[in-house]
C-alpha cells in the first residue's frame, strides 16, 4: 500500500472521545488502531523503519500508552526498553522531573541506572501534543548523559505547537492531526 494512503487509512482509524480527560479536550482514541492487528503492525513497522540503522542501544517508553508502542519499537530494533512512569511506580533508586501537560502538571521517574553515559536514545510516545512530557523525558535521558537522537509519536496535534517547546530536537511523528 502507499505510504500516503496508509497513513491516512491510519488516521482514519482513530477515534475522538470528547471532553475527555476534562471538558474542551478532544482525546485521540489509539485503541481503534490497536486492536486491528495489520494496522497495529503496519505502523509499527513505518516507525521500526526510520530507525532500523540508526544503532539505538535504548527505547525510552512514556506510561502508559508509549509503553505498548515503546517495546515493540524495542524488540524490533534490538533495543533495552527503559520505562518511565508516574512518581512511586518504580522499585529502585530514580531521577524525577516536574512538568506541565495540556490539563495539569505531573512528574515522571526513570531509575537512576536506566541510561549509560553515550547510550544513543529513541523516546517513543503514542502522541505530542503541547511537548511538555517529551521534553521533560529528554531532561532527564540528558541528565543521565544519554543522548536523545531523536523522539518519535504515532500521533501529532500540530495545532498545540508541541514542537516550539522541542526546539533543537530531533521529531517524527507517523500521523498528523
Excluded: W
Excluded at 523503519?49 to 535504548?58: A, L, P, Q, T
Excluded at 506510561?63 to 512518581?87: D, H, N, T
Excluded at 535521558?141 to 537522537?149: D, H, L, P, Y
Aim: aromatic letters at 8%; charged letters at 35%.
Amino acid at each position: 500500500m502507499e505510504r500516503e494512503k496508509l497513513i491516512e487509512e491510519l488516521k482514519n482509524s482513530i477515534r475522538d472521545i470528547p471532553d475527555f480527560p476534562k471538558k474542551g479536550i478532544i482525546f485521540k482514541d489509539i485503541t481503534t488502531l490497536l486492536k486491528d492487528g495489520r494496522k497495529f503492525r503496519e505502523a509499527i513497522d513505518c516507525i521500526v523503519e526510520r530507525y532500523k540503522d540508526k544503532k539505538i542501544d535504548k527505547v525510552v517508553a512514556i506510561e502508559a500508552r508509549g509503553f505498548i508502542l515503546g517495546s515493540v519499537v524495542a524488540y524490533q530494533l534490538g533495543a533495552g526498553i527503559v520505562p518511565v512512569r508516574k512518581k512511586g511506580k518504580l522499585p529502585y533508586e530514580t531521577n524525577s522531573v516536574e512538568y506541565e501537560l495540556e490539563y495539569g502538571k505531573d512528574s515522571l521517574e526513570m531509575h537512576k541506572d536506566a541510561i549509560k553515559p553515550d547510550d544513543k536514545v529513541l523516546v517513543v510516545d503514542d502522541l505530542l501534543a503541547t511537548g511538555g512530557t517529551m521534553n521533560a523525558v529528554c531532561d532527564l535521558i540528558e541528565r543521565s548523559k544519554g543522548e536523545v537522537a531523536e523522539v518519535a509519536f504515532l500521533i501529532e496535534l500540530g495545532f498545540l505547537k508541541g514542537r516550539d517547546r522541542l526546539k533543537g530536537r530531533k521529531i517524527f511523528s507517523l500521523i498528523k492531526f
